[in-house]
């Protein structure tokens, strides 16, 4: 299966073009632009989904699929 994340051109979240930057989000497998990931940051539960994230990363598990949105 191809990687689609370099070849999305709109956020998975809000639609708009991800010309201005893109990331994985830490809660599932959506590819988010900059406002989407600022947005999720301020999150009371990113802290988790991020340890989460680093956790599964440390076992080896580089195909995480968050914790769920």
Known sequence: ???EFFTKTVCDRCGKP???GRTMSFFNT???CMEC????RK???Y???HAAEVAAVRRGD???KG???
């Open 1 to 3: 299966m191809k990687d």
């Open 18 to 20: 991800l010309a201005g």
């Open 30 to 32: 959506d590819t988010i």
């Open 37 to 40: 990931a600022e947005a999720e």
């Open 43 to 45: 999150r009371p539960d």
């Open 47 to 49: 802290g988790a989904a």
């Open 62 to 64: 580089w195909n995480f």
């Open 67 to 69: 914790v769920g949105l």
